[in-house]
């Protein structure tokens, strides 16, 4: 396959057209101004835009019904008045094939699903671009924190269906092959085998990296400071996927696994079975999300006045884009299936770095100094900041209760002694048709539940919400006792709420 330096098509190396050197991509991330991410972003949308509405049977097909003509869409601004699409009205309206490049299915694919968590799973072919496009991340994240020596990256995702495990390997392998020192274990979740290898293994490498789902990475380091293991000797880094967290949760994993600077050692991605690792956090993104949650009016002018913070992330326009029409996150990027102006079901905004530089200048925040400040490298890369899923809450008494107001109560220091930070809550009604919140709550292996650790619970849960949810604030004003959680603790990996799977289910919808 020819590789020219510059002048590719970025959209178009996974379906037989050119690739891009990685030196050039990361060189990029490095050095180039917002500017020419913003002119990036313009001409590749629009370039792929035109090349599936002439090339993939599918999107064709559905311009036609919506009535567009690709041809009268000359410029990037006309984008906007493209339908979203989305998996009902695209990806489930039609066959695999026609979705495809050219109506061609018959290539040699790597199929992830989606967990179907919102619905029937669906099977997404991959080709070579987006285990490309994961090998830069995983590159720019070892030379964050080179070390002279070899490095293990132990993979804690589950080997199956889903695509976090196979996708994390298939990219750090390719890393590996283009002349990084690294070496991989990938034993999934089976927490003794992690052990062991934490303990007999990875002394012999000069760094480790433990890349896996938030709750059950911290479950490891819970256990391998029960057993006894020296963390600190390994020089631990710590990537995860599939969800968010509070930096409440970071300084804790942190502090756990003896990481010296959080913002070079800590890494979370923003990823789907749809296409891959579609943005990330990096040291600029992390900082800019700490610098937010101390200054009130610094946060409120990149999100709004809002009781949720957001996953910030940024994203490579190389390989993907990002929108956020009416605060609705739709992605344009090439794979196997490309997908235009796609609604992955996520809620957010966009932006580019300049713009949360001025943001921050308006404040009294320098950016650049107070990255020198935690010797962290600052990509003017362009930003998408998410939200939990709007389908993963729950209402009392009309208040929407989010998961993330618990798990910051449940990171509270003094209750990690006796509790894993892992729960399930709903709403449910008693017989009186009364609504109350119950929140069932994971204990620590060898913790026993007591009256006196309930109530702890109860009433660091309670002082979160009130001071997070505005909506809670008022109810518990007009209804305390109505609206204060019943908890309920549960021993460690009971298999009702907390049995060891690949994700944690933190709330039963209300019916």
Known sequence: MHVKEWGYNPYMHANGGETPKPQKVLSDIRTKP????????????????KS?????????????????????????????????????????????????????????????????STGKPFYFPHGPALTFEYSILADLFLEQ???????????????????????????????????????????????????????????????????????????????AQIEGIDLKRLNLRLMFAAEAFTERFRDHVVSMAHIANPYVDTLNIYGTADIGAMAWETPTSILVRRLALQKESFFAGIFGQTGKTPTMAQFNPHFINFEAPDGQILLTGNN??????????????????????????????????????VDAPVYQLPFVYVYERADLSTKLYGAIIYPEHVRDALQEEPLLKEVTGKFTMQTLADAAHDQYLEVNVELREHCRASETLKEALQQTIVRHLLAKNS?????????????????????????????????????????
């Open 145 to 223: 924190k080179r070390v002279d020596g070899p490095v293990l990256v132990i993979i804690t995702f589950g080997m199956g269906v889903w695509i976090g495990g196979i996708f994390t390997f298939q990219a750090f392998e390719t890393a590996s092959n283009r002349g990084q020192d690294v070496s991989i274990l990938t034993p999934g979740v089976n927490k003794p085998e992690i052990l062991h290898a934490l303990r007999e293994l990875a002394p012999n490498f000069k760094q480790t990296i433990v890349i896996g789902y938030p709750p059950f990475v911290k479950d490891v380091l819970d256990d």
């Open 471 to 511: 909506e809670y604030h008022n109810n518990y004003s007009n209804m305390k006792e109505r609206v204060i959680p019943t908890v309920i603790l549960w021993p460690h990996e009971d298999p009702k709420y907390f049995k060891p799977t690949i994700k944690q289910k933190w709330v039963i919808p209300s019916k």
């Open 34 to 49: 917002s500017s020419y991410w913003k002119q990036l972003r313009k001409k590749n949308m629009l370039s792929l835009f």
């Open 52 to 116: 599936a509405a002439s090339r993939v049977p599918a999107y064709a097909d559905f311009l036609k019904k919506n009535q567009i003509h690709a041809d009268s869409i000359t410029a990037y601004k006309e984008l906007s008045n493209i339908p979203p699409t989305n998996k009902a009205n695209y990806l489930r309206a039609y066959p695999m094939e026609a979705l495809c490049w050219d109506g061609d299915a018959n290539k040699p694919f790597v199929f992830a699903a989606t967990s179907g």
């Open 336 to 373: 196997a299936m490309p997908l235009i102006r796609y609604a992955v079901g996520d809620r957010g905004g966009v932006a580019d770095f300049d713009d949360i530089a001025q943001e921050a200048d308006s404040n009294s925040i320098d950016i650049q100094n107070e990255a020198k400040k």
